[in-house]
């Protein structure tokens, strides 16, 4: 009886902690190899550009994994366009991703960062999300002689919602979090933005209104291949 007892304990105890494992499992791409594709799409479902996210190195220590990050551009015909390399931390399930990640990959390609100051804030996805809880924002701007050549910010960044979705490579449990994002680059705009992340994976799907609450465009996953999701 003893025995049976100290077995099930050690089930259940075991149950548990895998449990606790997999939620460590970050709204992102993170294991070395992994790659998804995310094509745009204007309001008429209409392809205008691809882009591939593909993690090229993982540095493990003890304490947090840092993991290379290339992000390429494609054009509507899929032809490459431009690349750009970040670093990303991945620490227990979070994720956080330097700031001039923000930016579009043409444009970071098109300019010396060096001819400007660049400050901000990085792009971070915690572990564990709820219902209604307030996520952190995260910007960055490039100034030059105290005027802003090149600013992005997405701030009120709220989790609303979890649920099921269906793509064209299949369903997806996400998370849907909300934001508004601020851009600035020859004239600013500003979006309410919907996005829904997967994990393991990252963005599945995000819906892009303007001022007026009228879709404008979204993007959404075409492609991925990720160890031990396939």
């Not at 060096?114 to 915690?126: A, E, K, V, W």
């Amino acid at each position: 009886m003893r025995f049976t007892f100290f077995s099930f304990a050690l089930l259940f105890l075991l149950g548990t902690t895998l449990n606790a494992q997999t939620d460590f499992e970050p709204y992102f791409i993170y294991q070395k190899g992994a790659k998804i594709k995310i094509g745009h799409f204007n309001k008429r479902q209409i392809p205008q550009g691809y882009t591939v996210y593909t993690v090229i190195d993982v540095n493990e220590t003890d304490s947090v994994d840092y993991l290379k990050l290339k992000i390429e551009s494609l054009n509507k015909y899929q032809k490459a366009l431009n690349s750009e390399i970040f670093w990303a931390e991945y620490h227990e399930g979070e994720i956080k991703i330097e700031k001039l990640f923000m930016l579009p990959i043409d444009t970071l390609a098109n300019i010396d960062e060096d001819s400007y100051s660049i400050t901000g804030r990085d792009y971070i996805l915690p572990a564990f999300l709820g219902n209604g809880i307030a996520l952190s924002s995260a910007w960055v701007e490039l100034s030059s002689n105290d005027s802003i050549a090149f600013k992005v910010s997405e701030y009120s960044r709220v989790v609303d919602n979890f649920e099921k979705i269906k793509t064209t490579i299949g369903e997806f449990d996400v998370c849907v979090i909300s934001s508004k994002l601020e851009t600035q680059y020859n004239e600013p705009e500003l979006f309410t933005v919907y996005t829904y992340f997967s994990k393991g994976i990252g963005p599945v799907r995000t819906y892009y209104y303007n001022t007026k609450r009228k879709l404008v465009k979204y993007s959404e996953i075409v492609e991925m291949d990720i160890p031990e999701k396939l």
